[in-house]
């Protein structure tokens, strides 16, 4: 490390399960640079549900006491590790949610790194993170921009393109609401000339996703069997793909969408797991002949093709932001903001 560099970082901490009141702000010493790390000044960060989730204690998946939270940053490197090969002082990076996951299918090692959970995540100031966990910035976003791909981006794109059966010219996508997730699915759904069809249950919201492409928007309040009447628009024949964000509540409306041998990728479950919904089982994927695909983010491989994509289409692929974007020490208004759900785009965090 340099004299330039700061001796101390301010920083969250998940301390307890009660939501937004469990996050803790403090000074701490700034981390040791390991020889395979990368010391970044975070300057753009972005929320997700599943920080709400570990805020709360419910995140499925596992989490360390005391948790630096947050997934998605973006800033610039300030050193590196003597080992270190990818990444010089000055680059500007995106982190990667899966940080052992470079490529190839999943394991129990190379998910088991998730960062924001196991491992010290991005609500601070400035963090070491290892050089496998990083990835080159695209050209002509912002740093907050940017720091929405780790997540919600590459969730997308990988529902989209990482299954073996990529979605292609001219086939049909469902996707569902105006979450992160679905709105980066829209516009990469576009750039290859697939047809959207889209569900909100607000006038404001379909109104931005016909801007981003969406060909038809079913409103879900006014259509309870939303995923009969995106079957009804693509002549009957159903859809290619759907991407279920909402778990068991919206599950029978998205199998009802498909086409035969369509595929739901479930990457959530925002309304909950509980409930009395009926939810189809796996004898019905053999009865109506659908694959369903489970979606945990993806691969670092396939961010650096997603950033790739992004950088020759900035303007069509640019990430849709919430016009109002919080400091990082008002980070625990912006988790309320999230829970309140009048959010329109991602949630986003300015780091000085």
Request: one cysteine or more.
């Amino acid at each position: 490390m340099t004299n330039s560099i700061p001796n101390t970082t301010s920083q969250w901490n998940v301390v307890g399960g009660d939501g937004p009141a469990s996050l803790s702000l403090s000074e701490q010493r700034v981390p040791e640079l390991g020889d395979n790390e990368v010391l970044v000044k975070l300057q753009g960060a972005s929320l997700n549900f599943r920080d709400l989730a570990i805020a709360r204690g419910q995140y499925p998946f596992g989490f360390k006491e005391n948790i630096i939270p947050g997934s998605d940053g973006a800033g610039t490197v300030l050193a590196v590790g003597r080992h270190v090969t990818r990444f010089a002082p000055g680059d500007r990076v995106v982190t990667v949610l899966q940080q052992a996951h470079i490529a190839g299918p999943p394991t129990e090692a190379n998910t088991s790194r998730q960062l924001g959970a196991t491992v010290d995540g991005t609500f601070r100031a400035l963090g070491a993170f290892d050089e496998q966990g990083l990835v080159q910035m695209p050209d002509g976003l912002s740093f907050t921009e940017a720091a929405t791909l780790s997540c919600a981006g590459l969730t997308a794109w990988n529902a989209l393109f990482g299954g073996g059966r990529p979605l292609s010219a001219g086939q049909w996508l469902l996707t569902q609401g105006t979450g992160g997730v679905s709105l980066f699915a829209v516009q990469f759904a576009k750039i290859v000339g697939a047809r959207v069809i889209s569900t909100t249950g607000s006038v404001e919201k379909a109104e931005l996703l016909r801007k981003l492409g969406a060909d038809h928007v079913v409103n879900y309040r006014e259509t309870l069997a939303w995923g009969e009447e995106a079957k009804r628009l693509t002549g009957g024949v159903g859809v290619d793909l759907v991407i279920d964000i909402t778990g068991p509540s919206g599950l029978e409306q998205s199998v009802k969408s498909l086409r035969l041998d369509g595929i739901v990728a479930v990457v959530g479950a925002i309304a909950g797991v509980g409930g009395d919904a009926k939810v189809p089982t796996l004898l019905d994927s053999w009865m109506n002949l659908f694959t369903s695909r489970g979606v945990w983010v993806g691969t670092r491989l396939q961010m650096e093709d997603m950033c790739r994509a992004i950088e020759g289409n900035i303007e069509r692929l640019r990430p849709v932001l919430d016009p109002k974007v919080f400091r990082l020490e008002e980070l625990k208004e912006a988790y309320e903001y999230l829970e309140d759900g009048r959010y329109l785009g991602k949630i986003c965090i300015e780091i000085s």
